[in-house]
């Protein structure tokens, strides 16, 4: 089954190469879009990963804001596309990925070099006219993933782009739980674990369950970028029942 199933992901991915190389030239943005919530869904349906999307509060999906959200795994992303397809700053080491990497590259993903301060000054200039062009645009800012059960410090140069674009923070909370309602450890991607061994583990599972949990936005309006940092780690933590550090 493991076997059938890994065939189903290679299958799938060339399909998404296809259509990247193929369909999106000639597609708008609103196609684009579709089809990238559609090969995510479908992704994650072939890993077994079902998607549970809940509402902190009552808090709606903001139509206009910079997403942020905790690492667990490079599934995370086909998560949240799987609700709203989002351009994504991510480590400019997936873009050497085999396959993952490429798709990536092709759906919108912004690189940002580790360490490199001129880089997130240009990353972060752009983010702010994507925002204002009504893109989605979403950052991991613990900048690596961890193992389910911590949270890291964020990061908080990119906050920046939500006080210059004028729009609030949108955290988004995620975890992954097995059949028992456990946090699901096989899904963490961490140390010197590789692409192809994650996915692997993961497959194993079989049947695996993604809460993605929709917190209130917090405005970013006479807010430094480090109290913004703060407020949406605590919120994040808060809403995963981590204790804090």
């Known amino acids: ?30 196609g684009r879009q579709w089809r990238i919530k559609r090969w995510s869904i479908k992704l994650l349906a072939i890993c077994g990963v079902r998607v549970e999307i809940k509402h902190a509060g009552g808090a709606p999906d903001a139509p206009k804001a910079l997403i942020v959200s905790n690492h667990v795994s490079w599934l995370d992303i086909f998560v ?3 609700l709203q397809p989002c351009r994504f700053v991510a480590k400019s080491d997936i873009r050497d990925w085999p396959l ?8 919108g993903t912004v690189f940002i070099a580790r360490g490199r301060q001129r880089d997130v000054r240009r990353i972060y200039q752009g983010l702010v006219a994507d925002i204002h062009a ?7 800012p613990e900048g690596t993933t961890l193992a389910q059960g911590a949270l890291g410090s964020f990061h908080a140069n990119l906050f920046e782009a939500a006080i210059a674009a004028q729009v609030p923070i949108q955290p988004y909370a995620l975890r992954y739980l097995d059949a028992a309602g456990n946090l699901c450890s096989e899904i963490d991607f961490i140390g010197d674990m590789t692409f192809a061994q994650s996915m692997m583990a993961i497959l194993r599972v079989r049947k695996i369950n993604a809460e ?12 430094h970028r480090r109290e913004l ?10 809403a995963l029942g981590y204790q804090n550090e």
């Open 212 to 223: 993605l949990v929709l917190l209130p936005t917090i405005e970013a309006g006479g807010m």
């Open 100 to 107: 993952i990497g490429w798709l990536c590259d092709k759906a």
């Open 80 to 82: 949240i596309n799987s």
């Open 1 to 30: 089954m493991i076997v059938y199933n890994l065939l189903r992901v290679l299958l799938h991915l060339f399909i998404g190469l296809w259509s990247c190389a193929v369909v999106f030239p000639f597609a708008d943005a609103a």
């Open 134 to 140: 009504g893109e989605r645009i979403a950052f991991f």
């Open 229 to 238: 940092a703060d407020v949406a780690r605590h919120s994040i933590m808060e």
